[in-house]
């Protein structure tokens, strides 16, 4: 399996698919490096497998285009594009021993019994099922099975790997175990590959970059870590993981910082580039959250004032659940020592100064 398939990059161009009055993708621009793993990640229905299928070759764009290494493929039928394809649902031949389900694409390309054989060796031992080449499917565990539909997906060398919720039918351990594995091989084997999953832990695990996609377009398009910390939006920001948001004016400006006045009380300040905004909306990460106790009527000089009104330990953490004088809710995450949870200082009813640094803070756009 060595040195298989060149890495080959992709390009969507105004990719679009409309069914009847529906439109499911809308016009979708993205250009997928040499050897480099996109998650489609977003909520049901926003186009994921849609967009999936069209660069596989199974569903015809209503508009757009899209480039393997260069070359259009817009109109060349799925099975001369050399795509290697793994769905959630792998459907083996059952009939078929695992030496024979991953051979079967090589003798669809015609290619001689001589060559097929050592390319199905390599390519089980790479996903580490040498020793059940002559299994039936049905003598495999769901792990194992998904596995081989892995093997039968990579032994053609494919210039493109895609992947559909390829884990979703696994137990979340084996899944975690498949999220690592998968990723290992195909940079191992320097595949392009795209993977659609609604799992935000398995986007941010196996990408490279992570698209967000909501109603048929793209949202927001990043490496994982921005992502999660420098989300465009509302919807991002709470989309991936949680986070706290703030309605705020803004009160001055030195020094690189928006100096913010809360609309819920107190004031935080906001590394920002200018000053041209008056309204912002601020997000905030929970783990980026301090509390420390707060007199009754009394502001924080940088920090929202809030009630809390519970305490949830959570194992590695503890969440304090607040409310803010506008009725907002707001949640922190106080990392737990072992033998000491962090929460056990506050109580519901609890008045506290919540307070982060500025470099935790976000302005995210109200959508
Ligand atoms: N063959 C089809 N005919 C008509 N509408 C379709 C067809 N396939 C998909 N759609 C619609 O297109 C939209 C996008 O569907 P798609 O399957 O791409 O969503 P998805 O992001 O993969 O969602 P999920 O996470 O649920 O798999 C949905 O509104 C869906 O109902
Ligand atoms: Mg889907």
């Not at 969507?12 to 409309?18: A, F, H």
């Not at 016009?27 to 049901?44: D, F, K, Q, W």
């Not at 031992?125 to 792990?143: E, F, I, Q, T």
């Not at 594995?181 to 832990?201: M, P, S, W």
Request: hydrophobic share 45%.
């Amino acid at each position: 399996m060595a040195g298989s398939g060149t890495a080959t990059d992709l390009a969507l161009s105004g990719l679009t698919k409309v069914y009847g009055t529906n439109t499911a993708v809308a016009g979708v621009t993205l250009r997928i490096g040499a050897g480099e793993m996109v998650a489609l990640l977003g909520p049901s229905g926003c186009g994921k497998t849609t967009t999936l299928r069209m660069i596989a070759g199974l569903v015809e764009p209503t508009e757009g285009d899209v480039l393997i290494g260069g070359f259009r493929v817009t109109r060349i039928p799925v099975h001369r594009r050399n795509i290697g394809m793994l769905f959630q649902n792998y459907a083996l031949f059952p009939h078929m021993s695992v030496a024979e389900n991953v051979a079967f694409g090589l003798q669809m390309r015609g290619l001689a019994k001589a060559e097929i054989r050592p390319k199905v060796e390599a390519a089980l031992s790479l996903v580490r099922l040498g020793d059940y080449a002559d299994r039936l499917p049905s003598a495999l565990s769901g792990g194992q099975q998904q596995r081989v539909a892995l093997a039968r997906a990579i032994v053609i060398e494919p210039n493109l790997l895609l992947l559909d919720e390829p884990l979703g039918a696994l137990d979340r351990n084996l899944r975690e175990n498949m999220q690592v594995e998968i990723r290992q091989i195909q940079k191992r084997l320097g595949i392009t590959a795209v993977l659609v999953t609604h799992d935000q832990e398995e986007a941010l695990t196996m990408a490279d970059r992570v698209v967000i996609m909501r109603g048929g377009k793209l949202e927001q398009v990043g490496t994982p870590e921005q992502i999660y910390s420098r989300p465009a939006s509302r919807f991002v920001a709470s989309f991936i993981g949680t986070s706290n948001f703030l309605r705020g004016n803004v009160a001055g400006y030195g020094g690189g910082m928006l100096r913010v006045s809360l609309a819920a009380g107190g004031q935080v300040l906001v590394p920002w580039p200018d000053d041209g905004r008056r309204e912002v909306l601020i997000s905030v990460r929970p783990e980026a959250v301090a509390l420390a106790p707060l007199a009754e009527g009394a502001m924080p000089e940088i920090g929202v004032p809030a009630t809390v009104q519970q305490v949830v330990y959570r194992g590695q953490t503890t969440h304090v659940h607040m409310q803010l004088a506008d009725g907002e809710p707001f949640v922190a995450f106080l990392p737990n020592r072992v033998g000491e949870s962090a929460g056990q200082s506050f109580a519901a009813g609890d008045k506290v100064s919540a307070s982060w640094s500025p470099q935790s803070n976000w302005l995210v756009s109200d959508a």
